[in-house]
């Protein structure tokens, strides 16, 4: 039994999605949530940069002593995942694997598309991860610019993401997959829509259920979990404006949204040169 909490974070409030699982699946965890949103979003940037975000959060959560860092952010997973195992002392998990192994299992034509973020599409993580598993696979990537973007504004249904929404997932019907991969923790609370623009006989991998159910199974095989009896506590941490982290976040958590406090970015710089 181990009462120490687990570390998450996100370029945003997308990864609330994946707590909201967590909370879930594992309801006598404490969890400590960080989402950078004075640096949002990370699919623009570069490789390097999302490395360094990713470097300065890890430490600062794991200076708080979690037992286990969940990198809830499909960018900062493609681009840093591996590289942060390499150089931290610590359990870490992301999103890619864990997703990749679901949409394997689920493919009967074996074509699968990817709907993601600039970054995490570049990166080829996805491709690299679903033919390791599968090397028979098509794979068919879908760049998605704008659409984390305006989950993350609190858009959910205008005509503009819709629109948006119905750009990015023509080219998958039109390659004729059966199972797409939602390769970014905002979009599945667009769900719905990106089905209904699908169609019905296209399965979708949702990120943060796959993620959960990952961190379940590491909790289970490190032998860390906490006392099944108890109710677990969650807090959060920002690098923006809290009052809109709180307004636009509960949206995602459907949960009590409390315990919200700020973090400077140049105190995630400090510890991140250490």
């Not at 006598?28 to 950078?36: M, N, R, S, T």
Request: net charge negative; with cysteine.
């Amino acid at each position: 039994m181990d009462p120490r909490p687990i570390g998450m974070f996100d370029s945003g409030v997308g990864g609330l999605t994946v707590l909201h699982e967590c909370l879930v699946a594992q309801p006598q965890e404490d969890f400590i949530y960080l989402g950078d949103t004075g640096r949002f979003p990370y699919g623009p940037r570069s490789i390097e940069e999302i490395r360094s975000f990713a470097l300065q959060i890890a430490s600062h959560l794991l200076a708080l002593d979690v037992k286990l860092l969940v990198v809830a952010c499909n960018s900062a997973t493609a681009a840093a995942l591996p590289w942060l195992q390499e150089r931290l002392d610590a359990a870490i998990i992301g999103a890619v694997h864990p997703e990749s192994e679901a949409a394997v299992q689920t493919t009967r034509n074996r074509r699968v598309g990817v709907m993601a973020t600039e970054a995490t599409v570049a990166s080829g993580s996805y491709q690299r991860a679903l033919l390791g598993l599968d090397a028979g696979l098509e794979v068919h990537p879908q760049p998605c610019p704008s659409l984390a973007s305006m989950i993350q504004a609190g858009d959910v249904s205008s005509p503009e993401l819709v629109e948006a929404a119905r750009s990015y997932t023509a080219p998958l019907k039109q390659a004729g997959v059966d199972t797409v991969v939602l390769g970014c923790t905002h979009y599945p609370l667009v769900t719905p829509m990106l089905q209904r623009l699908l169609g019905k006989g296209i399965k979708l991998i949702n990120s943060a259920r796959e993620i959960a159910r990952e961190v379940g199974e590491v909790l289970e095989r490190k032998g860390i979990e906490n006392d099944p009896g108890r109710e677990g506590e969650y807090s959060f941490l920002c690098t923006g404006d809290v009052d809109a982290f709180v307004e636009v976040g509960a949206r995602f958590l459907q949960m009590p949204f409390e315990r919200v406090r700020r973090v400077e970015i140049d105190e995630l710089e400090r510890i991140g040169t250490r």
